[in-house]
């Protein structure tokens, strides 16, 4: 059984200290160590995009990242797009646009989006596809997630 | 290009029919839904699955002394666990296939069928030392020779799967000759012969397609608890809790009471969550270790344990006079059962022509063998492999008489009243208007263009289900009902019920509180599946609703002091037929539990009269000439919904249908070597569609009213899968003047076809 390592990080704008084991993934971490389970596993090797957070202003497969690469990281994740104003314009179109079904990949998508609309709030269609070809959904086809995402980039403009 | 969704409506509600957000949404869009593997217990153990490395081995031993002395290892299950596993053909009788086929899928007793067959369990304090300790369970397997193509596996010769039970010839007759055909079906209308006979054009061809998999995002996933009283409690990813509980049930030979089972939010099913694979491994390791245990299903695991949908071979023929009318058809179907007989030929065969007014026809199939997993349902199960046949074989008879495929549609479609060749007779349906709506859409009326491009269009059909269902309906002191039902919510079913409950009471959407609970907490209720949900639960929800105004309108008039036959009850407000007395919902509501106490509606019902659905796909290609890859430039699906309940979410019902066939059409493949490995038992390999792509998905939906229904709604989950294969495949075929016959129809497919 190998030591635990002691990893201090900032999720989601708040410092945390956790224990995990080097082989232990970012995901993992999140999920079972600190226990924020919004963060999904659909695939543990980086091709579904469910795990999807932001780590120090690019977004990653959280399973294809070790905790102990938390250390001194800002780790922002689908429990902090919200806040206690209300949802989060990409939240709010997600639901009016009806661009989940089951449910399993929106915090993936969710997160990447706001990583694009960030930067890019005026983000067209295609670049839109382009940006979230990383994350896969079964249910909608894609085409009310893409509309959703340019709906919530109009209403982050306005 | 695309144009705006279209809603085309005969009848106008005032929730129904309208696109409120849905109740659960604000969990799922925060990432506070819980999910199965989200549950967290004291004391919980997790556990891992050991699975074959062969597609065929007998189980000589198993040794796990080695893993059960690893620190933190906790409890390790084999078959030996199972009660059915050392039962015998004598022993079990007629139950023999039932209970043993069902107990050996969950854990191999004496053989293993596919790769990836479960084999034994370990659960532990975590999930690496259950997995360490998987690497030191020694299994002994006599490696056999697999078989894992429908057609070999029908050969003389072919090696056994089941060799002791098997008794039906690849010509379909009684033999005792052991065979991997596990049944076979056939039916006749009118004179084939004669009608082939009385035909202009006739077009036969052989058609295949691969093995797919639902793609379902969320993996299986199981936590259970077998208390020291002998309750077990689960909780899991299903799209049918009561399935769980009876087979768990079964299995383990335990009461049907003594399992509770609690439906978990799901994160995808499209069938292949009817079947389950991991809860009673789950119970059998808490009861060992005393504590509760989760299990998951790794992505891998995922792919070569669980699902897929059957690959196929099929033989269609069909005829038609130089009047544009079929004379005769004929379809013979092969289809992969998996390790254990139940493929879906009987669906595939029975909707193969359905779309069709056909006085001679002739439908058959097989049920066979294959190593690989038992096949789970897939969205309309056998109905897009029998439609990619059949709808390209239409397409060249078109063709050939040089016709409009929409008009050809047209003037052989079925109507009211139309006899399909296994026998049953339609109800009123909407495939004509379907066509109509695909003949009138700017997309068809607008010329497709350029080099290397082609149209594809084809129709499909799903009977879809009826089957039981359960509602309870509480009216709470400020006016809001809540909704009790047992019906897993997979896309949007909770809005949907919410609605027809809405509608009913003549009250508002946002007053009704829908929940799912297990199966200790509402009455019997089927798998969310066959296109059900919305139509048999809905109908739960409207007799619910409508147990609630009678006894608010007996309310009333016990308030008034009259008889309540002199009480009405309209749109939200119980009023007197003659005085100048009424209540609103919500005035009512109030005096609930100062009146005689609280109302609680409630019904189960198995309704008939679930109608039928039909969907017709038009799409425009572009295939690379240098790379042979196929590009979706444009895509048309138009449905029969009966009435959209919730028009956002038939509308994501449609595009995820489409795109799942289309991933079906143009990449997605077990692809198997030699001895019977899958070689692409990932995301990355397994290829489904991404949002590059693919265009917007544009929908039509056309409201022909289901007169079985009191709202008129009928199933739309499944058919939109049908389609897209044959239109795919019609569309690359006119792109390349080939004729596309084996799925997936990759770059290198198309390239070998063109030289």
Redesign the interface.
Known sequence: ?PGLVHVTTTINGNQTDFLC?P?QSLLECL?DVV???????????G??G?CTVNLDGRIVTSCLVLGVEAQGAEVN???G??SADG?HPI?QA?????A????????GF?VAAKALLEAEPDAD?AR???W????????????????AVIDAGERMRA | MTTPNQVLSEVEYDVIGKRPVRPDGVDKVTGRAQYGVDLELTGLLHARVLRSPHAHARIKAIDTSKAEALAGVRAIVTAADLPFAALSREDLGNDYNRFKFLSDNFLASDKALYRGHAIAAVAADNAHIAESALALIDVDYEVLEPVVDVRAAMQDGSPLLHDDLIHTSAMGEISDKPSNVASYMKFEKGETAAGFANSDVIVEREFTTASVHQGYIEPHNATAHWRADGQINVWCSTQGAFVVRANTADVLRVDVSDVRVTPMEIGGGFGGKVSFYLEPVAALLSRKAGAPVKVLMSRTEVFEGSGPAPGSWMRVKMGANSAGKITAAEIELAFEAGAYPGSPVMQGATCAFACYELENGTVSGYDVLVNKPKTAAYRAPGSPQAAFGVEQVVDELCQKLGVDPVEFRLNNAVTEGSRKVEGPVFQKIGLVECLEAARNHEHYRTPLEGPNRGRGIASGFWMNRGFHSSVNMTVNPDGTVNLIEGSVDIGGSRASIAQQAAETLGISYEDIKPQVVDTDSIGYTMVTGGSRTTFATGWAAILAAEDVKGQMVERAASIWDVPSEDVEYDSGVVRHKSQELSFTFKELARQLYTTGGGITGTASLDPTGEGNSFGVHLVDVEVDPETGKTEILRYTAIQDAGKAVHPSYVEGQIQGGAVQGIGWALNEEYYFSDNGQMMNSSFLDYRMPTSLDLPMIDTVIVEVANPGHPYGVRGVGEVPIVPPLAAVANAVGHATDQRLTNLPITPGSVLEARL
């Open positions: 059984m084991e082989r999920r226990g924020m389970t919004g963060s999904k596993e659909g695939c543990n090797d091709n579904c469910a994740t689908i429990e797009v919200a949802l939240q997600f639901l009016e646009n009806a989940l079904q089951c449910g399993i990949c929106t915090p969710i269609e839109i596809r382009h979230l070809a990383g994350n896969l959904c079964r249910c909608t086809g894609y085409d009310k997630i893409v509309r």
